[in-house]
Structure formats: structure tokens, C-alpha cells
């Protein structure tokens, strides 16, 4: 079985530019989260998709973010305009179930550098 | 309010030493618990959880933690390290926010080093 992916692996950006991340989840996983890791903090929640809609957005920084999952399959992250403050690691999980113990499946990230 | 206190930011064990890396957690409700682990490049892989189940919970690669309330830890140990388990390891507090939502909540992270 073929786990979470995400696309591209690094991305190196001018402030002000646009850039777009993309995750495949686990086939079959209706649940779908992304989250950010800024150097030196924690990892942090951004939101989290079942199928194609946004269950919960409350980890969304600002409004230069725009996520979406069209057709409830794989997911886009778009940042526009992107600012120094954006760079950092995002992660995608998948998971079948929100349940009390659920499981997350990651995929290994996508590294972003705003210059 | 829920967090989660990774005590060190790394720690270094000598090949065939016991690894304990500490945790501690603020949760106002039954936590669950987990421990995940990045290796270089790979995505982060959960370790083991604890559901309030047995307070003893046993992971992968020889790997367990133990649910203390009264401590309010849940601290990972192995007994022998080996030079794979040099990667960074997240202890993370899950539980359901007001709106019904599953939170994640996720410590700083604790590097690992193994010397051979």
C-alpha cells in the first residue's frame, strides 16, 4: 500500500511569490490534514479535510492560504503571496477514522524557503 | 488547556546504552497519547499510543512508554539503542476540542543521537 505523498520535497521562493503544495493521501482515507513546522517550534496544526470539505480550518494562518481538495481525492496548499515568515516544513496525513485513537499516516513533508 | 513538554531538546546514547526520552503533558480531559518519529527524509511514523488502555505501552523497534498520571509523563525508553534509532521523536497529546474536533498537540521534539 502506497503511503501518503507529497510533492514537491523542497521549494526555494522570492517573498511575494506564489507557491503551491501537493498531497496524496492514503487511497481510501477520507480524512486529510495538513500541519507546518517552523524552525525551531512545534509542529502545528493548519486544518483538516473529510473528503472534500473543510471539517475544521482553525489552524489556517491568514488568508493568504488557500487549501483545497477537490473531488475529495488528493489536496492542494496554496501560499499568495508568500512571506519570510511562511518558510518552514509542511506536513500531510491521511486517516480512515477520527476516532478517540486514531491513527495519522504522514507523508515526509514538503520543505519550504521563502528568500 | 492542553500541552505537551519534551524536557530535552537532545539527547546522545552510546550504541547498546538504554534511550529515555522525556515527556510531560497538560490535559484538562482523558488524553491519548502518542509518540511519532522522523528519521532524515522519511515522514514522520507513529511509534506507540496510549488509549487508556494499559499504562504500558509497547511500540515498534523495541520501543515502549508509560502512562504516569500522577506525573502527568509519558516518558519513551528502549533498552539497548541501535545506531536506526537516530532520528527525532514527537510526543503528542490528542483530544477533542470544543467544537468536537480532534486536536493533535505536539511537543517540540527530542533529537536523538547514537555513538557508536
Known amino acids: 500500500e502506497a503511503g501518503v505523498t507529497q510533492f514537491p520535497s523542497h521549494s526555494v521562493i522570492e517573498k511575494g511569490q506564489t507557491v503551491t503544495l501537493r498531497c496524496d493521501p492514503i487511497s481510501g482515507h477520507d480524512n486529510l490534514y495538513w500541519y507546518r513546522r517552523v524552525m525551531g517550534k512545534e509542529i502545528k496544526f493548519l486544518l483538516h479535510?473529510?473528503?472534500?470539505?473543510?471539517?475544521?480550518e482553525s489552524g489556517m494562518p491568514n488568508n493568504r492560504f488557500l487549501a483545497e481538495r477537490t473531488g475529495g481525492t488528493y489536496s492542494t496548499l496554496k501560499v499568495q503571496p508568500a512571506e519570510l515568515e511562511d518558510s518552514g516544513v509542511y506536513f500531510c496525513a491521511s486517516s480512515q477514522d477520527p476516532g478517540v485513537t486514531y491513527e495519522q499516516y504522514f507523508g515526509p513533508g514538503t520543505r519550504l524557503t521563502v528568500t | 488547556a492542553q500541552s505537551v513538554t519534551q524536557l530535552d531538546s537532545h539527547v546522545s546514547v552510546s550504541e547498546g546504552t538504554p534511550v529515555l526520552l522525556r515527556c510531560n503533558y497538560s490535559?484538562?480531559?482523558?488524553?491519548?497519547l502518542f509518540w511519532y518519529v522522523q528519521h532524515p527524509n522519511k515522514g514522520l511514523q507513529l511509534l506507540l499510543k496510549?488509549?487508556?488502555?494499559a499504562t504500558l505501552v509497547k511500540g515498534i523497534n523495541g520501543f515502549e512508554a508509560e502512562f504516569k498520571k500522577s506525573e502527568t509523563s509519558f516518558h519513551l525508553t528502549k533498552p539497548s539503542a541501535h545506531m536506526s534509532d537516530a532520528a527525532e521523536y514527537f510526543c503528542?497529546?490528542?483530544?477533542?476540542?470544543?467544537?468536537?474536533?480532534?486536536?493533535?498537540?505536539w511537543g517540540l521534539g527530542t533529537s536523538l543521537a547514537v555513538n557508536p
Open positions: 503528542v497529546v490528542s483530544f477533542l476540542n470544543a467544537g468536537n474536533n480532534r486536536k493533535l498537540i
Open positions: 496510549y488509549t487508556s488502555a
Open positions: 490535559s484538562s480531559y482523558s488524553p491519548s
Open positions: 479535510f473529510v473528503k472534500e470539505s473543510k471539517q475544521d
